[in-house]
């Protein structure tokens, strides 16, 4: 008979809380195998602990569960007939069958918190054969799953400051193991939101809208907003919950388009190249010239006229590329409103400390709000570069711009003149506080650079292969046993990983304090109800009258 | 010779015996040698000592009536004469010359042990275990047949349903033939029970499974 005091240095006395023992290695240098039985639900995802002493001191071990298969059970051919309970066959034939199915669960080692370094250290040890496991306690999960820099696996977190409480552990019970992910580190070295269309990827970044917003933390956010889902959030202006004990309560700002402007000086001549239909060698060359000496005037509020001018002046009445260029720049500046030679969006009216700003440009095209979102970002890094280095500057907090679909603004494919300034946001505005974070539905269709610079990811529910092996390729963090969670996801469930989290954590996101704006249209409701109002209207060339739904576009129906 | 066949009586008492123990293979495999007409006034027809045969003994445990339950697992003939190859006696008036030990040759019959059940005051099966019977047979005990009415009673367990809890030694002890008396046993059960009954439709899985697996063993199916 085995000797009941196994290794794993622990007696007998108390092991109620055993889910199971170890049985050995398993296939990868960090996995090990266990054994429970039936009554242990241990599910997979679940976070199980183990003693091991590293260099004499008892550490907890943490490890996660990636697999679970039976190892006894009734056999297959019980279950011939639907109709007969394999448990009346086993009956029949006197096989035990109460409490005698046995699991055999695969779990990856994460590590022991190192308290020095603030994060897990793989023993590199696995455990011994015989090894208790327990279920890893709540307030430990707590204090070690996101990157809180706690210095013990004991801390409390739940009074501390500057945390977005996202959700709970998927695994356990409702709000038993709650999750917090540090804002600093995902407001400093960007987020990406990934999730295909109706599983919550808005929803989410509401939540962590939210969090910023409230007064442990007083955000500077700027929101890009091409659907104007985010019209719900100035709620926040009157929930109790946002109310600080000094009077604060967020500044909720709407931008629409007519208040959406670009000087024309802001412009880069790439910008104006991009907008520009196809101009020769030539015009491009005659378009340059009489750019930068443009810039070089003291004047920053000149428009077409002023330039073509000038280049009029510098190339002679008479030049065809410049006439060609002036019937290009009337057609493609000149009549669009965006652009103005004085107006411009005020930077201290969309960025401040507790003010969250959206940008509603859903009326605008996509080529306007990508230009939009080039100039501001562009403007903002400019005066964040200059608050850094000490120069007089606009802005002088942090500020956290947050691009819901974010492959307009970053595609992968094609060009968009926002791509060089995201680029270069995400590699180097960490420096200069200035955080982006992507919320997506095609992780496949952004710029790579881009995404694999967002040092912290919420991944949602993803079906679509393309967009998997994109998740992949970029986000560092996202191992295995993240991706294959990823299709089995249901709405509302997310993976977050990365630098806020010390491991990649299943989650159930919490429930918004406002009201959420983006859900679908529920069109079978709305054309009955249409269909009603139209009967009930005898005269038919009265305009019909759509309702006041939530979404968009209704008026121009 | 005529017999008269009496109408099935389920008191243990006014069973049919078929024979007596003469050895055992091991605790649960006993040898029965099968009554003939001259040891008895109403010795076994063919088909009341034939393969698959539900069998019992009763056995008396500290002033208790228990039965022993059986099967008839295998069956041997015995004929002293066979492979004599000396010269014939026989005569063309006289079918075979028989000097005395005609009457040696008899049937031995396999009985392998399924379980016990006690017996009620009226005489019928009561408390039916499936569990290894702890008690050994004598040689002389009186095998009988087991009415099908005991046989059922035998199957059944508490909740109603069907129990072959045995099923795992009958297996073992029957060796090659272990599936077929099951198989057996399953049929005559079949036919004990309502066509209708819902522990048709376990027989019929029990009896898949068995089949099947024998089929695997065998070769027939890879």
Request: hydrophobic fraction near 35%; glycine fraction near 8%.
């Amino acid at each position: 008979m085995a000797s009941p005091h196994r290794s794993g240095g622990d007696s007998m006395n108390d092991r109620s809380d055993v889910i199971g023992a170890v049985s050995g290695p398993g296939d990868n240098p960090n996995e090990f195998l266990f054994v429970t039985p039936e009554d242990q639900a241990v599910k997979t995802g679940e976070f199980i602990t183990y003693t091991v002493t590293v260099e004499g001191e008892s550490r907890d071990v943490f490890a996660r569960v990636t697999n679970r298969e039976q190892i006894r059970g009734l056999p297959d051919t019980f279950l011939a007939d639907p109709a007969v309970a394999p448990e009346t066959i086993a009956a029949t034939l006197g096989v035990p069958h109460d409490d005698t199915d046995l699991y055999q669960l695969t779990a990856m080692v994460i590590g022991y918190y190192d308290t020095m370094m603030s994060t897990f250290a793989n023993p590199r040890q696995l455990p011994q054969t015989g090894t208790p496991l327990r279920i890893a306690p709540a307030e430990q999960l707590e204090a070690v799953l996101p990157n809180l820099g706690v210095d013990s696996t004991t801390a409390d977190v739940t009074e501390r400051d500057g945390l977005a409480h996202t959700g709970w552990l998927l695994n356990r019970p409702t709000g038993e193991v709650n999750i917090r992910m540090p804002i600093d580190e995902f407001a400093s070295t960007h987020l990406a939101i990934l999730a295909s269309t109706g599983s919550g990827k808005s929803y989410t970044g509401g939540v962590l809208i939210e969090e910023m917003m409230l007064p442990s933390s007083r955000a500077a956010l700027l929101i890009f907003d091409p659907h104007g889902e985010y019209d719900t959030l100035s709620e926040m202006q009157t929930h109790s919950a946002f109310e600080g004990d000094d009077g604060y309560q967020p500044d909720v700002v709407y931008f629409d388009e007519d208040r959406l402007r670009i000087r024309i000086s802001e412009l880069e001549l790439g910008d104006i190249m991009a907008i520009l239909d196809n101009p020769s060698d030539r015009m491009q060359e005659r378009l340059a010239g009489g750019w930068r000496a443009m810039q070089n005037k003291d004047s920053r509020t000149w428009g077409v006229d002023e330039l073509v001018e000038q280049m009029y002046t510098m190339y002679g009445e008479d030049d065809s590329s410049v006439g060609g260029l002036e019937w290009r720049l009337r057609r493609s500046i000149q009549r669009n409103e965006l652009f103005q030679p004085e107006a411009n969006v005020p930077l201290d009216e969309i960025v401040a400390a507790g003010q969250c700003t959206v940008l509603n440009m859903e009326t605008l095209d996509s080529r306007n709000q990508q230009l939009i979102a080039t100039v501001l970002l562009r403007r903002i890094y400019r005066e964040r570069l200059n608050a850094m280095r000490g120069r007089e500057s606009d802005i002088e907090c942090p500020v956290f711009a947050l691009f819901e679909e974010g492959h307009r603004f970053a595609p992968g494919s094609g060009s968009a003149p926002s791509i060089g300034i995201l680029r270069t946001i995400t590699s180097e505005g960490r420096k200069f506080g200035f955080g982006i974070g992507i919320i997506s539905q095609r992780p496949s269709k952004i710029d790579q650079d881009v995404l694999s610079q967002c040092g912290t990811q919420i991944t949602m529910k993803i079906r679509n292969p393309t967009d998997q092996e994109a998740i992949k390729k970029s986000v560092e963090a996202a191992g295995e046993d993240v991706l294959r969670e990823l299709p089995g996801l249901t709405p509302g469930q997310a993976v977050l990983s990365g630098d806020a989290m010390n491991t990649p954590a299943l989650v159930q996101i919490r429930k918004r304090l406002t009201d959420h704006g983006a859900g679908s249209l529920s069109a079978t409701e709305q054309w009955s109800e249409t269909y009603d109002r139209q009967q009930s209207q005898p005269v038919r060339s009265e305009p019909a009258d759509f309702g006041g739904g939530e979404s968009t576009g209704f008026e121009e129906l | 010779m005529t017999i008269e066949t009496q109408p099935e009586d389920t008191h243990v008492d006014n069973c049919l015996a078929l024979g007596s123990i003469v050895s055992s293979n091991s605790h649960l495999d006993y040898t029965v040698e099968i009554y003939k007409e001259t040891d008895r006034e109403r010795a076994p027809q063919i088909d009341e000592r034939e393969f698959g045969q539900p069998v019992f003994i009763q056995k008396s445990v500290s002033g208790e009536p228990y039965l022993v339950m059986g099967v008839i697992y295998n069956t041997q003939l015995v004929d002293p004469d066979q492979g004599r190859t000396g010269p014939r006696l026989a005569q063309s008036d006289q079918g075979q010359f028989t000097p005395g030990y005609i009457e040696e040759r008899t049937t031995l019959a396999g009985v392998a042990l399924l379980g016990t059940a006690r017996v009620t005051e009226d005489g019928l099966l009561t408390d039916p275990s499936h569990e290894l019977p702890r008690w050994t047979l004598e040689v002389d005990d009186i095998v009988c047949q087991c009415p099908d009415e005991l046989t059922k009673t035998f199957h059944m367990n508490d909740e109603g349903g069907l129990q072959f809890a045995y099923a795992d030694r009958i297996l073992n002890v029957g060796g090659p033939l272990g599936s077929d008396v099951l198989l057996s046993i399953i049929g005559r059960l079949r036919s004990m029970i309502a066509d209708t009954d819902k522990n048709q439709r376990v027989l019929d899985v029990v009896e898949q499974n068995i089949t099947w697996q024998a089929h695997t063993d065998r070769g027939v199916i890879r």
